[in-house]
C-alpha cells in the first residue's frame, strides 16, 4: 500500500512539473527519478526497520512464554536468564553457567 501511495505521489509532482515549469524533458526524467529512489529507498527503510522491531518483539514474546529461544549461539531461558524490558537485554542470572552475561534480543532468531 505503501508502495503505491508513494508512487502516486511522484506521478503527481511529475504531471504538476510537466505542466507548471519549463523544465526540459530530460530535466523532468531525472527529478523524478531522484524523487521517485528517495520515496522507495524511504518506504524499503522502513519496510526493514518494521521487520527487525517484529523479530525482536517475537523474541520477547517466546521468552516470557517460558520458551527457549536461539540468541548468539546460546539458548536462553528463563531459568538461566532475566529480561531488562527498558533495553531488551537477556541478562544471566547469579548461580547459573551465563552470570552476568548479557545478550541483546534482537541478537536471537
Not at 46 to 63: G, H, I, W
Amino acid at each position: 500500500m505503501a508502495y503505491l501511495i508513494g508512487v502516486s505521489v511522484v506521478a503527481l509532482f511529475f504531471l504538476a512539473m510537466h505542466y507548471f515549469t519549463e523544465f526540459t524533458s530530460s530535466q523532468k526524467i531525472t527529478v523524478t527519478t531522484i524523487l521517485l529512489t528517495i520515496v522507495l529507498s524511504a518506504i524499503s527503510y522502513n519496510s526493514y526497520s518494521n521487520a527487525q522491531s517484529e523479530k525482536l518483539l517475537n523474541a520477547v514474546r517466546e521468552f516470557e512464554q517460558n520458551k527457549t529461544i536461539k540468541c548468539k549461539n546460546e539458548d536462553v531461558n528463563s531459568t538461566n536468564y532475566t529480561l531488562s524490558i527498558g533495553t531488551y537485554t537477556f541478562i544471566g542470572k547469579p548461580n547459573t553457567p551465563h552470570a552476568n552475561q548479557m545478550i541483546s534480543a534482537s541478537e536471537c532468531e
